[in-house]
């Protein structure tokens, strides 16, 4: 498949990271030529220097033959025009913009067709659902959800005073009390994947699959907060802040920003009456103290500065505030960040490079193509979701006679729309979808790809 992503910041970059990775053949558009000296050794990529929305440039990209255009530029104007122009002289180009202002979500999402959009994708949105479901139920470090919000994958860290400290997953089921399945152990920067005898360590980070309706109960059971968030306090006024405020404010969560610019203060004012809206330097510690921080359930630090991000998260965790989410524009550190008590990590990036590998992934698939990918583990492994149709292999097999490749685990199987966390005597039928755990190097397109 030939991929042409215009733009190579920090999306582009990492999006072109992952498909190179994967084989696709990429060419890449910038005006910046040490961006592009870099892709061309690190990615093997063919790089054009220009603007990426003119007729001359994506011609020589060959737009005309491409199967997909990703416009990730820090224009939304020029990803439209790119989108729209590459769709004139291809109309067969598959077309991903990221679009990121807030007055263009309704406008571009009705007008798709007239600006040539297979697929929209905005970071900042993104990260503000996702930062709403981990709020609904603090405790987890991340969720991710399966077959129609079904069932989820979540993340729990084994701290110093977890119960599960030192359990063997044998006696699992006697703590949590409900069926889960721990489908993978990050350890010191390496993932486990697990079995029976595998025993709970202090500081692992475990990703249980559970049903949906579980997970209250499984946390209840661990002794973990399970308590609602009534007050939230959000640092910094951006985008985020504003998506996230909007979707707290529906739940009845009585929310609070903090942002230094006295103009952005105002605007958040009008766009946000029923939240406080807070003109101060939260940078300092003596603003976080004024406006309550040790009376906060939550607070999320979502600048566009990493460092005070951190600095403000680890101030948080000092106070026991209860739930710490910290918003962090690279990925790449999480080695590092894993050791700090940050709570969840959000990185807006990362979110949206994931869903465009979803989609070049079942656009270069469609037969038995993944429903949905997602990666975990700070990206060193991957839950796939696939439906069983009549072209998959070994249909009524229980799963202790299959032989499935080394490193992938079955974590789910839906029938008739129940999920089930299966065992060596459950099998998968047409209809069905099933869950499935793999290593990152063990890319899985189809699912008969996994028998051995």
Avoid at 36 to 47: G, K, P, Q, R, T
Avoid at 249 to 271: F, H, M, P, W, Y
Wanted: with cysteine; hydrophobic share 40%.
């Amino acid at each position: 498949m030939d991929i042409i992503i215009a733009g190579c910041g920090k999306l582009g970059s990492t999006i072109a990271s992952n498909l190179s990775a994967a084989g696709y053949d990429l060419t890449l558009i910038d005006n910046d030529d040490t961006v592009l000296d870099h892709a061309i050794e690190v990615y093997d990529s063919i790089a054009i220097r220009g603007n990426c929305a003119t007729l001359s440039v994506l011609h020589d990209a060959k737009v005309q033959s491409a199967d997909l255009l990703i416009a990730t530029t820090n224009s939304d104007e020029l990803n439209l025009l790119c989108c729209m122009t590459a769709r004139s002289i291809n109309p067969n180009i598959h077309t991903i913009a990221r679009i990121r202002n807030p007055e263009y979500h309704a406008q571009t999402y009705e007008m798709r067709e007239a600006f040539g959009l297979s697929l929209m994708v905005n970071p900042e949105r993104k990260a503000a659902k996702t930062i709403h479901k981990l709020i609904q139920l603090p405790g987890f470090l991340k969720r991710e959800s399966f077959a129609k919000d079904r069932v989820e994958i979540v993340e729990i860290k084994i701290d110093h005073e977890s119960i599960l400290k030192d359990v063997p997953l044998t006696n699992l089921y006697k703590i949590v009390k409900c069926k889960v399945l721990v489908c993978v152990i990050l350890r010191e920067g390496e993932v486990i994947t697990p079995d029976g005898s595998t025993i709970l360590k202090e500081n692992d980070r475990i990703f249980v699959t559970a049903q949906t309706n579980n997970l209250s109960l499984l946390l209840k059971n661990l002794g973990v907060i399970s308590k609602r968030s009534g007050r939230v306090m959000l640092i910094g006024g951006g985008n985020i802040s504003l998506y996230l405020a909007q979707e707290l404010i529906k739940s009845n969560i009585k929310v609070e920003i903090i942002e230094q610019d006295a103009t952005r203060c105002e605007e958040l004012a009008g766009l946000l009456p029923e939240a406080d809206i807070i003109h101060a330097d939260a940078s300092k510690h003596s603003t976080l103290e004024s406006e309550g921080l040790s009376e906060c359930d939550t607070i999320v630090s979502l600048t566009g500065m990493d460092e005070l991000n951190i600095i403000t998260s680890l101030y948080a965790a000092e106070h026991n505030v209860p739930q710490v989410i910290t918003k962090v524009g690279y990925s790449d550190d999480y080695g590092i960040l894993d050791k700090l008590p940050i709570g969840s990590i959000v990185c807006p990036k990362e979110l949206s490079c994931n869903s465009i590998v979803r989609y070049v992934r079942a656009m270069s698939n469609n037969e038995g193509a993944a429903v949905s990918v997602h990666t975990i583990a700070d990206g060193l492994a991957e839950a796939v979701e696939f439906k069983v149709d009549e072209n998959t292999e070994n249909l009524g097999v229980p799963l202790k006679k299959l032989k499935l490749k080394k490193g992938i685990i079955v974590a789910c199987i839906t029938h008739q729309e129940i999920p089930t966390i299966p065992n060596g005597d459950s099998y998968f039928e047409k209809g069905d979808s099933i869950i499935l755990i793999t290593k990152s190097d063990r890319i899985v397109l189809n699912l008969n790809d996994i028998f051995g």
